[in-house]
């Protein structure tokens, strides 16, 4: 069970030529949690590159090579919002959705590769 996105086509069409990331999963980072998921991108004679497959559908990838991890414009905009409103840290708000995803914080997945520390900030 689980969500399986395909990209590169209208809805309902297949792909001919699909690479899944099913094996590692995918993280998409949303403003309701962050999720794993299945997905597919399209590697057909006329697809475009997968960062462009993925801000096709208003997905924003971690990496213009290989992306694993990518935000949702709608999570960006309420972060936006809150930081301008509120003055909220980046740090507090993925703290608050990783909360939403698991609130015993015992399998929260891995985001960034690096860990923010005191010593990047001098």
Same mark, same amino acid.
């Given at each position: 069970?689980?969500?399986? !996105?395909?990209? @590169? &086509?209208? @809805? @309902?069409?297949?792909?001919?030529? %699909?690479?899944?990331?099913?094996?590692? @999963?995918?993280? !998409? !980072? =949303?403003?309701?949690?962050? &999720?794993?998921?299945?997905?597919?991108?399209?590697?057909?004679?006329?697809?475009?590159? &997968?960062?462009?497959?993925?801000?096709?559908?208003?997905?924003? %990838?971690?990496?213009?090579?290989? %992306?694993?991890?990518?935000?949702?414009?709608?999570?960006?905009?309420?972060?936006?919002?809150? $930081?301008?409103?509120?003055?909220?840290?980046?740090?507090?708000?993925?703290?608050?959705?990783?909360? =939403?995803?698991?609130?015993? $914080?015992?399998?929260?997945?891995? !985001?960034? %590769?690096?860990?923010?520390?005191?010593?990047?900030?001098?």
């Amino acid at each position: 069970m689980g969500l399986n !996105v395909q990209l @590169g &086509h209208p @809805g @309902g069409e297949r792909c001919a030529r %699909p690479q899944s990331i099913s094996k590692e @999963g995918f993280i !998409v !980072v =949303h403003n309701n949690s962050i &999720h794993i998921i299945s997905l597919t991108f399209c590697r057909c004679e006329t697809a475009e590159t &997968h960062y462009r497959q993925l801000l096709r559908v208003r997905w924003l %990838p971690a990496t213009s090579d290989r %992306p694993r991890t990518a935000t949702t414009f709608c999570v960006l905009e309420d972060f936006h919002l809150l $930081s301008l409103e509120s003055k909220l840290s980046c740090y507090d708000f993925y703290n608050a959705l990783a909360q =939403h995803t698991d609130n015993t $914080s015992l399998n929260l997945p891995k !985001v960034c %590769p690096f860990t923010l520390s005191s010593d990047l900030h001098t």
